[in-house]
């Protein structure tokens, strides 16, 4: 049986190892197998269920859990790739044709990216050294299972396709623009093609720059051509030229020469390299850089050896251009009477002239040809001497002559030929005068010149000097008008007076002042209007018109000072005029005489007008308004500025007041009042206009006789006012007598209140004041700790009664608008409850000792219903805030004793509250004494004598067997002290009652040890009643025993510790007088 039992078992295991071996999960795997993929691929899912065949089973896939596909019985199925939505978990479910089992595969993740992909293509380099080859790489960023297609093209030929290069790098040799593109998948992915990269291939032959012309130093504005040169092999090649320099490149061109005007900006390098005609991806290298640098244009330099042709000779000029090669040179001459003309055939650098005149240069060269500037002037002069004339002095004195010198300077043999000329007469040659000096009386202009050889060599002829002929005629400078001060801006006449003999003259005139000096002239006076450059002296002389080189002498100068346009002063004895009178103005101009004067008067209401018939100094008006005047004098009239107004104003006899609305004696900061100024009129009525005097700046006349403003700490002083008739703007009154305005602070009310506690059923007055202050009405509030401030309503009178607990404060209100002073303080009133309450002790012992414990208990004696309160103690200490609870316990101390009382109030109305409790005095009592027994004496007295007597047996026994003695008389002692104070404690326990504790000592001298005399033995009793009633045990009486060897001698009457102090307890049970 157990055989065929484990035949069994094992025939089990073996199915069930069988069964699980063909029982494997399936497998989902897919094509191509990426990390991401793009939109517009396609992935092949497989599914194997590695189970059975094939054809077993049917297909179906799964994504992120929810079906994509239906059940098929192709285990392939292709997925083409839409949006990123295609992203997600995907898993293969197979279901058994046979039994419809299901088998789930494993999950593949597919990522799709949202961009669509581009290749990138790098290059190490993008030009082909000679020989050499460069490598393109292409690549698809952040994926993988790319393959490459490569293309080339060029600017002649269409893009074609690269063969046989499908990988990531390849190298080329050939020049032209590459690009490639990513592939994959089935069917073929592609990626967009990457931006183009032009790969060129470099040639071996060197280029170089030349310049046309060669010259070493370019200027601006001249014409170069610079050649592009290539040194070929043995075969002649056609090139195209590309250029590089300060300007944008040049294009690729056939031409290998550029020529250009040179400008500023042509200066810096320029290279040149040149491709194969029929290769354009070939090039040589560029050419070294080839450097020009343009110049400013140049000016010629014309030097010349001397600049004075001797007689008979010539001199050499040079013409050249600092630092360059390559010039001819222009020449040119000109004089003072002829233009300038090119000298002909003369090209070079040096040239010889014996001609006087003003000669230049420049500078040729190049095709087209440039030009430098022209060279600075330079002057040749043929060498002829000058004369010189000099004359001892050019003023002929009345009849008298001159001595004039004619020489030449530094030669000899010369003979001189003299001239005179004068305004009016041509230049004529004085006859008969060869001489070198000659005396002449005559006035005019004169000149020589020196003669000598044969023929006759003739100098220059001097420079001309003018000799003039003094008449004896005075001249003087008046002026008119004759006034000793001018003004800028007045017109006045300087005249030159002659003072002629018997005969009469007709003169010129000169003049010489601040200005220029006038021309001569027929008129013998000059007008002018004077300004500050008129200041100054003045003079002139004459002359007869028939001799313009005979003149008197100048006249004495004539010091004219011009001072600044003057103002008017107008002056008014009072500006006020009174009633029925007049007042008196005057205008005049200081310091100075001949005017006359105009009047003005004005009006707010009409314009300014002149005043008629009145032109005196001093007038008289009885008319207010605004007056002014200015000054005239002279012909043209001359005007000073006028005066500054001058306002008169007529008084009338109204008498006017200033008073105040609302009338009150105190006015504080922040009330807004309003002042009337009020006419006393008579018989008649006048619209009136007013204007204010105050702290601030004085007002306007207005029509409004009253001002409101608001009152602030400025607003404090003296008001006035004034008025006037509203058809005379210059009548008014005299000002009002001074209004005191004074700003007090802004008040606060003050709330008291007879009484704070309400009685019960009753009410209590609060009053509401401002401080000597009137015209208020008040305002009431009320609050309570649990609600928020309320006005009390139809209350504006100062007293208000109450009957309700709570926060009252108030404010006072006056004015329109409305003025409100500060709050009052707050005043609490409370409201009393009928409730007795009392004051109780637990426990109520009648009398209390320190350090004991009790509770004070706050009773409410409360009606029919019952209520929630609060509770709040007054005692010797600091009374206590509002509690629930209604008891305070302490423990108490001699600082206890005292009255303590307690009331108490609702909880829901903390402003209602009892009277206080009738007081409830503590006394506090020190602890008691033990009291006398003689029972007790007796007991101690016997307890003690016993003790003795023991002492002295073991003292004896000791003296006998001093060794035994001394091991065993501690254990006797102490059971003999304890049996006789037990027996002793027994009796005391029902023979007396203590009312504390107490101790009994009682000394004990053993006069059998003598070498100890003098020991005191000390017994203490003490009854213990610590114990309370709720311990029901019997208190405990304890006896201590102490021994003590003591040495009187040394320390008589004081007991002092002994080398061996004992102590013996005994324990007494004791009854209590409380039990």
């Given at each position: 049986?157990?055989?065929?039992?484990?035949?069994?078992?094992?025939?089990?295991l073996?199915c069930?190892?069988?069964?699980?071996?063909?029982?494997?999960?399936?497998?989902l795997?897919?094509?191509?197998?990426l990390?991401?993929?793009f939109?517009?691929e396609?992935?092949?899912?497989?599914c194997?269920?590695n189970?059975?065949?094939?054809?077993?089973?049917?297909?179906a896939?799964?994504?992120d859990?929810?079906?994509?596909?239906?059940?098929?019985?192709n285990?392939?199925?292709?997925?083409?790739?839409?949006s990123?939505?295609?992203?997600?978990?995907?898993?293969c479910?197979?279901?058994?044709?046979?039994?419809?089992?299901?088998?789930n595969?494993?999950?593949?993740?597919i990522?799709?990216?949202?961009?669509?992909?581009?290749?990138?293509?790098t290059a190490?380099?993008?030009?082909?050294?000679?020989?050499?080859?460069v490598?393109?790489?292409?690549?698809?960023?952040?994926?993988?299972?790319?393959?490459?297609?490569?293309?080339?093209?060029?600017q002649?030929?269409?893009?074609?396709?690269?063969?046989?290069?499908?990988?990531?790098?390849?190298?080329i040799?050939?020049?032209?623009?590459?690009?490639?593109?990513g592939?994959?998948?089935?069917?073929?992915?592609?990626?967009?093609?990457n931006?183009?990269?032009?790969?060129?291939?470099?040639?071996?032959?060197?280029?170089v720059?030349?310049?046309?012309?060669?010259?070493?130093?370019?200027f601006r504005?001249?014409?170069?051509?610079?050649?592009?040169?290539?040194?070929?092999?043995?075969?002649?090649?056609?090139?195209?030229?590309?250029?590089?320099?300060?300007?944008?490149?040049?294009?690729?061109?056939?031409n290998?020469?550029?020529?250009?005007?040179?400008s500023e900006?042509?200066s810096g390098?320029?290279m040149c390299?040149?491709r194969?005609?029929?290769?354009?991806?070939?090039s040589?290298?560029?050419?070294?850089a080839?450097?020009?640098?343009?110049?400013?244009?140049?000016?010629?330099?014309?030097t010349?050896?001397?600049?004075i042709?001797?007689?008979?000779g010539?001199?050499?000029?040079?013409?050249?251009v600092?630092?360059?090669?390559?010039?001819?040179y222009?020449?040119?001459?000109?004089t003072?009477?002829?233009?300038e003309?090119?000298?002909?055939?003369?090209?070079?650098?040096?040239?010889?002239?014996?001609?006087?005149?003003?000669?230049?240069?420049?500078?040729?060269?190049?095709?087209?040809?440039?030009?430098?500037?022209?060279?600075?002037?330079?002057?040749?002069?043929?060498?002829?001497?000058?004369?010189?004339?000099?004359?001892?002095?050019?003023?002929?004195?009345?009849?008298?002559?001159?001595?004039?010198?004619c020489?030449?300077?530094?030669s000899?043999g010369?003979?001189?030929?003299?001239?005179?000329?004068t305004?009016?007469?041509?230049e004529v040659?004085?006859?008969?005068?060869?001489n070198?000096?000659?005396?002449?009386?005559?006035?005019?202009?004169?000149?020589?010149?020196?003669?000598r050889?044969n023929?006759?060599y003739?100098t220059?002829?001097?420079d001309?000097?003018?000799?003039?002929?003094t008449?004896?005629?005075?001249?003087v400078?008046?002026?008119?008008?004759?006034?000793?001060?001018?003004?800028?801006?007045?017109?006045?006449?300087?005249?030159?007076e002659?003072?002629?003999?018997g005969?009469t003259?007709?003169w010129?005139?000169?003049?010489?002042?601040p200005?220029?000096?006038?021309?001569?002239t027929?008129?013998?006076?000059?007008?002018?209007?004077?300004?500050?450059?008129?200041?100054?002296d003045y003079?002139?002389?004459?002359r007869?018109?028939?001799?313009?080189?005979?003149?008197?002498?100048?006249?004495?100068?004539?010091?004219l000072?011009?001072?600044?346009?003057?103002?008017?002063?107008?002056?008014?004895g009072?500006t006020?005029i009174?009633v029925?009178?007049?007042?008196?103005?005057?205008?005049?101009?200081?310091?100075?005489d001949g005017?006359k004067?105009?009047?003005?008067?004005?009006?707010?209401?009409?314009?300014?007008?002149?005043i008629?018939?009145?032109?005196?100094?001093?007038?008289?008006?009885?008319?207010?308004?605004?007056?002014?005047?200015?000054?005239?004098r002279?012909?043209?009239?001359?005007?000073?500025?006028?005066?500054d107004?001058?306002?008169i104003e007529?008084?009338?006899?109204?008498?006017?007041?200033?008073?105040?609305?609302?009338?009150?004696?105190?006015?504080?900061?922040?009330?807004t009042?309003?002042?009337?100024?009020?006419v006393q009129?008579?018989?008649?009525?006048?619209?009136?206009?007013?204007?204010?005097?105050?702290?601030?700046?004085?007002?306007?006349?207005?029509?409004?006789?009253?001002?409101?403003?608001?009152v602030?700490?400025?607003?404090?002083?003296?008001y006035?006012?004034?008025?006037?008739?509203?058809?005379?703007?210059?009548s008014s009154?005299?000002?009002?007598?001074?209004?005191?305005?004074?700003?007090?602070?802004?008040?606060?009310?003050?709330?008291?209140?007879?009484?704070?506690?309400?009685?019960?059923?009753g009410?209590?007055t609060?009053?509401?004041?401002?401080?000597?202050?009137?015209?208020?009405?008040?305002e009431w509030?009320?609050?309570t700790?649990?609600?928020s401030?309320?006005?009390?309503r139809?209350?504006?009178?100062?007293?208000?009664r109450?009957?309700?607990?709570?926060?009252?404060s108030c404010?006072?209100?006056?004015?329109?608008?409305?003025?409100?002073?500060d709050r009052?303080?707050?005043?609490?009133?409370?409201?009393?409850f009928?409730?007795?309450v009392?004051?109780?002790?637990?426990?109520?012992?009648?009398?209390?000792?320190?350090?004991?414990?009790i509770?004070?208990?706050c009773?409410?004696?409360?009606?029919?219903?019952t209520?929630?309160w609060?509770y709040?103690?007054?005692?010797?200490?600091?009374?206590?805030?509002?509690?629930?609870?209604?008891?305070?316990?302490?423990?108490?101390?001699?600082?206890?004793?005292g009255?303590?009382?307690?009331?108490?109030?609702?909880?829901?109305?903390?402003?209602?509250?009892?009277?206080?409790?009738?007081a409830?005095?503590?006394?506090?009592?020190?602890?008691p004494?033990?009291?006398s027994?003689?029972?007790l004496?007796l007991?101690i007295v016997?307890l003690v004598?016993?003790?003795?007597?023991?002492?002295?047996?073991?003292?004896?026994?000791?003296?006998?067997?001093?060794?035994?003695?001394?091991?065993?008389?501690?254990?006797?002692?102490?059971?003999?002290?304890?049996?006789?104070?037990?027996?002793?404690?027994?009796?005391?326990?029902?023979?007396?009652?203590?009312?504390?504790?107490?101790?009994?000592?009682?000394?004990?001298?053993?006069?059998?040890?003598?070498?100890?005399?003098?020991?005191?033995?000390?017994?203490?009793?003490?009854?213990?009643?610590?114990?309370?009633?709720?311990?029901?045990?019997?208190?405990?009486?304890?006896?201590?025993?102490?021994?003590?060897?003591v040495?009187?001698?040394?320390?008589?009457?004081?007991?002092?510790?002994?080398?061996?102090?004992?102590?013996?307890y005994?324990?007494?049970?004791?009854?209590t007088?409380?039990?």
């Open positions: 049986m157990g055989a065929t039992l484990l035949c069994e078992l094992g025939l089990f073996l069930t190892l069988l069964c699980t071996g063909h029982a494997q999960d399936a497998v795997t897919i094509e191509p197998k990390s991401s993929y939109i517009g396609f992935v092949t899912f497989k194997d269920m189970e059975g065949e094939d054809t077993d089973w049917y297909y896939i799964n994504k859990g929810q079906e994509v596909s239906s059940y098929r019985t285990k392939d199925s292709k997925l083409e790739i839409t990123t939505r295609d992203s997600g978990e995907y898993q479910i197979g279901d058994r044709k046979s039994s419809h089992d299901k088998k595969s494993n999950t593949v993740s990522t799709v990216l949202a961009y669509y992909p581009r290749a990138t293509l190490g380099t993008t030009i082909i050294p000679v020989g050499g080859s490598t393109l790489t292409c690549s698809v960023q952040s994926s993988d299972g790319w393959k490459y297609e490569w293309f080339r093209r060029t002649r030929i269409s893009i074609v396709k690269i063969r046989d290069q499908q990988n990531r790098d390849i190298r040799s050939q020049g032209g623009i590459y690009s490639c593109r592939a994959r998948g089935n069917p073929v992915y592609y990626t967009d093609i931006d183009d990269v032009t790969i060129e291939i470099t040639f071996s032959n060197k280029v720059v030349k310049q046309q012309a060669n010259w070493p130093q370019i504005g001249e014409t170069i051509t610079l050649t592009c040169e290539v040194q070929e092999g043995g075969e002649t090649t056609e090139w195209e030229y590309e250029w590089r320099g300060p300007r944008t490149p040049t294009q690729w061109t056939h290998n020469d550029v020529t250009f005007r040179v900006s042509s390098d320029y390299k040149s194969r005609r029929d290769d354009s991806y070939s040589t290298e560029w050419s070294e080839f450097t020009l640098s343009a110049s400013n244009k140049p000016r010629a330099t014309l010349a050896g001397t600049t042709i001797p007689v008979g010539s001199v050499t000029l040079t013409c050249s600092q630092s360059s090669d390559g010039w001819k222009e020449w040119f001459r000109r003072q009477r002829t233009y003309g090119k000298i002909r055939d003369q090209q070079n650098r040096d040239i010889r002239v014996s001609e006087g005149g003003i000669y230049s240069c420049r500078g040729t060269r190049g095709n087209p040809v440039y030009y430098t500037y022209d060279s600075y002037d330079v002057t040749i002069e043929t060498y002829i001497p000058r004369a010189t004339l000099t004359a001892g002095t050019t003023i002929i004195p009345v009849g008298g002559s001159v001595t004039l010198t020489s030449v300077q530094s000899d010369w003979k001189y030929e003299w001239f005179r000329r305004q009016t007469t041509s040659q004085i006859r008969d005068q060869q070198r000096d000659i005396r002449v009386s005559q006035g005019g202009i004169y000149s020589c010149r020196g003669t050889g023929p006759v003739y220059y002829i001097s001309d000097v003018t000799i003039e002929k008449i004896s005629n005075k001249v400078v008046k002026q008119q008008p004759n006034w000793p001060q001018i003004f800028r801006g007045e017109t006045i006449t300087l005249t030159c002659v003072q002629e003999g005969e003259t007709e010129w005139y000169e003049w010489r002042g200005r220029t000096p006038t021309q001569w027929h008129n013998n006076d000059v007008t002018f209007r004077v300004s500050e450059s008129s200041s100054g003079m002139c002389k004459s007869r018109r028939d001799d313009s080189y005979s003149s008197t002498e100048w006249s004495e100068a004539f010091t000072s011009a001072s600044n346009k003057p103002r008017a002063t107008l002056t008014a009072t006020i009174p029925g009178g007049s007042v008196t103005l005057t205008c005049s101009v200081q310091s100075s005017w004067y105009e009047w003005f008067r004005r009006t707010q209401t009409t314009y300014e007008g002149k008629r018939d009145q032109q005196n100094r001093d007038i008289r008006v009885s008319e207010g308004g605004i007056y002014r005047c200015r000054g005239t002279g012909n043209p009239v001359y005007y000073t500025d006028r005066s107004d001058v306002t007529i008084t009338f006899s109204n008498k006017v007041v200033v008073k105040q609305q609302p009338n009150w004696p105190q006015i504080f900061r922040g009330e009042i309003t002042l009337t100024c009020e009129e008579g018989g008649e009525t006048t619209e009136w206009e007013y204007e204010w005097r105050g702290p601030s700046t004085p007002t306007q006349w207005t029509h409004n006789n009253d001002v409101t403003f608001r602030s700490e400025s607003s404090s002083g003296d006035m006012c004034k008025s006037r008739r509203r058809d005379d703007s210059y009154t005299e000002w009002s007598e001074a209004f005191t305005l004074s700003a007090s602070n802004r008040p606060w009310a003050t709330l008291t209140a007879g009484t704070t506690i309400i009685p019960v059923g009410s209590v609060l009053t509401c004041s401002v401080q000597s202050s009137d015209g208020w009405k008040y509030f009320r609050r700790q649990t609600t401030e309320v006005q009390i139809d209350q504006q009178n100062r007293d208000i109450v009957s309700q607990g709570g926060i009252y404010r006072g209100t006056r004015g329109n608008p409305v003025y409100y002073t009052s303080d707050d005043a609490i009133i409370e409201i009393t009928s409730n007795k009392v004051v109780k002790q637990q426990p109520n012992w009648p009398q209390i000792f320190r350090g004991e414990t509770t004070l208990t009773e409410v004696q409360e009606g029919g219903e209520t929630e609060e709040e103690w007054r005692g010797p200490s600091t009374p206590t805030q509002w509690t629930h609870n209604n008891d305070v316990a302490f423990n108490v101390s001699e600082s206890s004793s009255d303590y009382m307690c009331k108490s109030r609702r909880r829901d109305d903390s402003y209602s509250s009892t009277e206080w409790s009738e409830f005095t503590l006394s506090v009592s020190t602890a004494e033990p009291e027994s003689s029972f004496t007991l016997g004598c016993g003790i003795l007597l023991i002492l002295l047996l073991l003292l004896l026994c000791r003296f006998k067997k001093d060794s035994f003695f001394t091991r065993t008389r501690s254990t006797n002692q102490s059971s003999a002290m304890n049996h006789v104070i037990k027996d002793e404690a027994q009796h005391s326990r029902h023979a007396s009652t203590l009312q504390g504790d107490a101790c009994v000592y009682e000394s004990i001298k053993d006069h059998g040890d003598t070498q100890n005399d003098g020991s005191v033995l000390y017994a203490q009793v003490s009854h213990d009643r610590a114990k309370t009633k709720k311990d029901n045990d019997d208190s405990l009486l304890y006896a201590q025993v102490n021994y003590n060897n040495k009187p001698k040394r320390h008589k009457g004081k007991p002092a510790p002994a080398a061996a102090d004992e102590t013996v005994s324990e007494v049970k004791s009854q007088a409380l039990d």
